[in-house]
């Protein structure tokens, strides 16, 4: 199934949620560090987590994004980890398994539409598997609902990241040691993610850069010994 006329425009416009969402600053609140250091995970997915985020650019008096851990929840038929992001009329949902495997992607969620991915989409891999020209790949089917369940388009989804770098970098949330990826993306419902972005991940920290141009600015959680 193939997305409508007016399915594929929303389609289309996804990938640039977050800076139209920027035209309609509301007031947020940055995160303040306050989890224990002993409750973080290699990748960050305890309940009560939270990271702040502005776009590129910008400076630190504008409105904040906030991603937060929500914690368990079941997606579909599966237990998943829920993290949204919230601020400027953004509210998103992903629903991720997190485990010492590797981050997988089930889907994700703002109102009025559920993007199902099956298999599931390998974000992050291993812990143990993280160097310098890492590779991986996929492919996901896609399936397009509405709140009522009813599915509006179907499609496929490939996916290929490479770990470019690792190097030190600043941002408003402190100095972090991060792996610099890049992934590559391409669908068949009219591009439902820019095809090529560059995130930033720190181990026990999360996402520095996000894969649409978000810095990390603050977060609610003290770094692990021996890290940032």
């Not at 914690?71 to 009329?89: D, I, K, N, P």
């Not at 397009?144 to 290929?160: F, H, M």
């Not at 992934?183 to 991940?201: C, E, H, K, N, Y």
Request: charged fraction near 15%; charge should be positive.
């Amino acid at each position: 199934m193939s997305a409508s006329p007016s399915l594929r425009v929303w389609l289309t416009a996804l990938p640039f949620l977050l800076p139209l969402a920027a035209c309609a600053p509301q007031a947020t609140t940055t995160v303040q560090a306050s989890t224990p250091v002993s409750a973080v995970s290699f990748y960050p997915h305890e309940t009560g987590l939270a990271w702040s985020y502005l776009p590129e650019g910008e400076g630190s008096g504008a409105p904040a994004y906030t991603l937060r851990a929500l914690g368990v929840t079941v997606y579909g038929s599966q237990s998943a980890q829920a993290f949204q992001l919230a601020g400027r009329g953004a509210d998103q949902t992903w629903y991720r398994t997190v485990d010492a495997s590797g981050v997988r992607l089930l889907g994700l969620r703002k109102p009025g539409v559920n993007i199902r991915l099956e298999p599931a989409w390998l974000e992050l891999p291993a812990q143990t598997a993280w160097r310098l020209g890492l590779t991986w790949q996929g492919q996901s089917q896609i399936t397009v609902s509405g709140d009522d369940g009813k599915e509006q388009a179907r499609g496929t989804l490939n996916y290929s990241y490479t770990v470019q770098d690792r190097r030190t970098v600043q941002t408003p949330g402190g100095r972090f040691e991060v792996w610099v990826v890049t992934r590559q993306i391409s669908d068949t419902l009219g591009g439902l993610f820019p095809a090529t972005q560059q995130l930033w991940f720190a181990p026990y920290v999360g996402e520095v850069r996000t894969p649409e141009g978000l810095l990390l600015t603050a977060r609610n959680f003290s770094a692990r010994p021996g890290g940032q």
